[in-house]
């Protein structure tokens, strides 16, 4: 049987973290049982960023360093700038000739996202942003893709895809675009080491490229249960981010953790000596393939130029069918 078609990107926006990790582990995985293709999708970040290019070029390469450094295979899979692969624009371009302005407007992620970067101060009603879902379809039904790993944050993007790929097909009495799926996988919700969200810009996050030094010093700032003052004290392990983590990376250990913390039998301090351990042992395997690619940039550059070339192929053999289905 063929195999199934799955894109997937990131927008770049700076270094991933450790949250990210459970999504990445499972790209690495789909790569055996499908055809994929993965994007670092920098028009995307313009939406937002038009006025803060500075940094896109680094956070770029960062991306494909924490890309390779988790494990996806550029031999397996093709692993590319979507701005080198010009087709993306072009679908966009002509699916916008056919897109009502009101299934923009309707996607409850672009007022969501208007009023909260309005509340900072940031005016985003540019005719890119709004069309932000649209890009998304485009990066997706350019490979006409059937399956699209992603989080459930990104579930109304994705029935909106499948909406414009019904439209073209109905409207040009064809089959070209298939409705991809979600694939939502089980993500593993990881807090920042202060109980909130984990973001870097509230420098609660462990990056994927943290030293051992660096685990540490975020393990240490975990919060643990408030109400145990001394190690005999017993300890409420629910309340406890150190325990989230070692219910996460610890899972042999967990049980026993758990009973000596309610027991008031392990201080936390020993705790947390533990955890930044199991998670350095997590990370130091990325550690080191990060090292080899980062010695390496031409490397990177021929990643990124084979990338394109063979995700180029894909697309230029869809978009010669969509132009044959609109007669352009
Ligand atoms: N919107 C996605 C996000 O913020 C990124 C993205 C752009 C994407 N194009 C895509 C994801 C295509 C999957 C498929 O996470």
Redesign the pocket.
Known sequence: MEKGII?????PTGKLHIGHLSVLENWVKLQDEYKCFFGI?DW?ALTTAFDNTENLQDHIKMMLLDWLSAGLDPDKSPIFLQSHVKEHGELHLLLSMITPLSWLERVPTYKDQLQQLGKQGKDISTYGFLGYPLL?AA??LVYRADT?P?GED?LP?LEFCREIARRFNHLYQTDVLPEPKAKLSKIKLLPGVDGRKMSKSYNNDIPLNATQQEIIEKVQMMVTDPQRIKKTDPGNPEVCIVHKYHSIYNTEEIEEIRESCQGGKIGCVACKKRLAKILDNVLSPMRERRSYYEARPELLQDILADGAARAGQETSKTMELIRKAMNV
């Open positions: 894109f997937s990107g990131m927008r999708v995307h998304m990066d997706i699209v992603v990104q993007h």
